[in-house]
């Protein structure tokens, strides 16, 4: 899960919280994947990006 805080658009709220935040390199920008949400996607310049906190946790896998 990655939350991201950027400076919004009008209207917009300041951040989302979505485990499909992905950097594209090609767009140098961050784009949030809109499954189950209101919108399709969301592309978020980089440079309008203040915050990124990643939580791996979800990742860990239990060995017996």
């Known amino acids: ?15 989302a919280l979505n485990e499909s935040v ?3 390199e090609r767009l140098d920008a961050f784009v949030i994947d809109g499954s189950g ?4 996607e969301k592309i978020i310049p980089r440079e309008k990006v203040y915050e990124i906190q990643m939580d791996n946790r979800s ?4 060995r017996d």
């Open 1 to 15: 899960m990655a939350y991201v805080k950027y400076e919004p658009e009008p209207g917009e709220t300041k951040e």
């Open 59 to 62: 990742s860990i896998e239990s």
């Open 22 to 24: 992905k950097y594209d």
């Open 37 to 40: 949400s209101n919108f399709d």
